[in-house]
């Protein structure tokens, strides 16, 4: 090889590796960038689920404590007119009657809201309840299995035989 040859050969070489360090650069500023694009959305959607949630828990007591409270209260006057006069004693059932409903009506939505057993006993216990209502009278079985739990092959099996899985 002449001096002209090795000179365009090193030229080669070195625009080669010059090419290859700026695409290994390239390929970590897309990952650094995916990775930290990740990071956000999950901070943004931890924070969104994060304000419904207390939205959710807020508008539950404001509805049992604040409504339920003025609709006990509603109907505890309207029970001291039942006992005052014996006229007014069938309007008062009446009214009874319909602020029971009201009350419960209250304490459901209360309820859906922020399902008690939610935040008493966590995510899992929640899921539990509700595909035990949803399958109560039925010949559906939900099978609910939490990742945290540990995973038994024959409570499964066994739950296909009896009938009586629950996680």
Request: charged letters at 25%; hydrophobic letters at 45%.
């Amino acid at each position: 090889m002449d001096a002209f040859e090795t000179k365009v050969y090193t030229a080669i070489l070195t625009a080669a590796i010059v090419q290859a360090i700026l695409l290994v650069y390239f390929v970590i500023m897309l990952v650094r960038n995916y990775r930290k694009h990740t990071w956000l959305y999950k901070k943004g959607l931890f924070a969104e689920i994060t304000a419904l949630d207390n939205e959710r828990r807020r508008m539950s007591n404001e509805l049992h404590d604040g409504l339920g409270s003025l609709l006990t209260g509603v109907k505890a006057q309207i029970h001291g007119l039942e006992t005052a006069e014996t006229g007014r004693a069938e309007i008062a059932a009446r009214c009874q009657a319909l602020l029971g409903e009201a009350q419960e009506q209250v304490r459901e939505i209360s309820y859906n809201l922020m399902p008690k057993k939610l935040t008493d006993y966590g995510l899992c216990a929640a899921i539990r309840d509700f595909a035990e209502k949803v399958t109560a009278g039925t010949d559906t079985q939900i099978c609910f299995m939490p990742m945290n739990e540990p995973f038994s092959f024959s409570r499964v099996q066994k739950s296909i035989f009896t009938g009586s899985f629950k996680s």
